[in-house]
């Protein structure tokens, strides 16, 4: 069991050293292309991944704070989710008010074209019984 754990780490270690540097944007690959961090991982499959991590890939500090943590503990300012938000709130008042005028407009439009055809039916009833 301990053979095999000698064989299996570092290939762990490989793979997941090969994923990241693909996945990793071309712009963050320090020092060599990213295509030559790929060769030197796959190559030296012990070496290569352990020098990946620790001076191939830029790692980037949390704004604002050194953990994630922190960083959120400082931002309680920050809106999560829309109906947290008061200018989105606002926005979409002011559309619930352009809808209702645009309905109101629209049944005023109606009721005046209802009107019409009464006044038009009234007036063909009348010439169809003078006539």
Known sequence: MLRALMYILPLALTIYAFIDC???PEDEAKH???VVWVVIILLFW???PIVWFAAGKMRHA???GRTPSEWH?????EWVAPDD???FLKSLR???KKDEALLKDWEADLRRREEELKRREQGKAGEDTEG
């Open 94 to 96: 002011e559309e619930n």
């Open 73 to 77: 503990r400082n931002h309680r300012s």
């Open 22 to 24: 693909l996945n990793t």
């Open 32 to 34: 060599l292309p990213k």
């Open 46 to 48: 012990i070496v290569g």
């Open 62 to 64: 949390p704004a604002g």
């Open 85 to 87: 938000n008061p200018e």
